[in-house]
């Protein structure tokens, strides 16, 4: 299968701090990588698509200055929330998809649980 | 604007019995239909996809089957186990590698 790693899986942080969370694809190279957030209870709200080595493309109503997107290889992608605060707080997930491995298909990390306090 | 649509929030079966979720779509560009299973706190795991050429795609206990003119596609799995009482997603996409996720069905798995 393909195997997509998320670090980390979970962090607590003031807020007014930045963290950045890394989402890796081990055993495959990823054309594109998305990012999703998920509230309790809900569905996964795509945020952003990136392709490696180019700007990310952001959904309408997320704000591409807050949470920073940056694809610098075909394997790795990094989601950087700025100056967080409370409302940032959720469960964020990336998944990872690659042509080569067959239409459509992506393959998601385990996530990582943010809380601002 | 909500193109795929899981109606049934919940659904408890007993262990042993077919599990069937259902889900529907608006958008009439989607050409790639996929199911995932999710625990709480965890990643989606892809579990079995269906092209839109096709009708029925099988993988071991998971049956996806695709009705096009009804816009509308299942997933049956048997028999059930334990295991499998998860959160289950239905994606769809349009080439684009985008996906739009139902809101989920919450299955229980009884003994």
């Known amino acids: 299968g393909a195997v997509v790693s998320q670090h980390p899986s979970r962090v607590i942080c003031k807020s007014g701090t930045s963290v950045k969370i890394e989402c890796r694809s081990l055993d495959f190279q990823a054309t594109t990588m998305f990012w999703y957030r998920q509230f309790p209870k809900k569905s996964l709200m795509l945020m952003a698509t990136s392709n490696e080595g180019s700007k990310a493309t952001y959904e309408q109503g997320v704000e591409k200055d807050k949470f920073l997107i940056n694809h610098a290889s075909l394997t790795l992608s990094t989601l950087t929330v700025t100056s967080a605060h409370p409302e940032d707080s959720s469960f964020y997930i990336c998944?990872?998809?690659?042509?080569?491995?067959?239409?459509?298909?992506?393959?998601f990390g385990p996530g990582t649980r943010l809380t601002v306090l | 604007d909500q193109q795929v649509k899981q109606n049934s929030p919940s659904l408890s079966v007993q262990e042993g019995r077919i599990s069937i979720l259902n889900c529907d779509y608006t958008?009439?560009?989607?050409?790639?239909f996929l199911w995932y299973k999710k625990y709480p706190a965890e990643g989606p795991t892809f579990l079995i996809s269906?092209?839109?050429?096709?009708d029925k795609n099988e993988d071991g206990r998971f049956t996806v089957f695709l009705n096009k003119s009804a816009k509308h596609l299942s997933l049956h799995i048997v028999p059930s186990q334990p295991g499998d009482s998860a959160v289950y997603f239905c994606?769809?996409?349009?080439?684009?590698?985008?996906?739009?996720f139902g809101a989920g069905t919450t299955v229980t798995v009884r003994a």
């Open positions: 998944s990872a998809g690659a042509k080569d491995r067959g239409a459509n298909t992506q393959y």
């Open positions: 958008n009439s560009m989607f050409d790639y």
């Open positions: 994606a769809a996409s349009a080439n684009d590698y985008k996906l739009s």
């Open positions: 269906i092209s839109s050429i096709k």
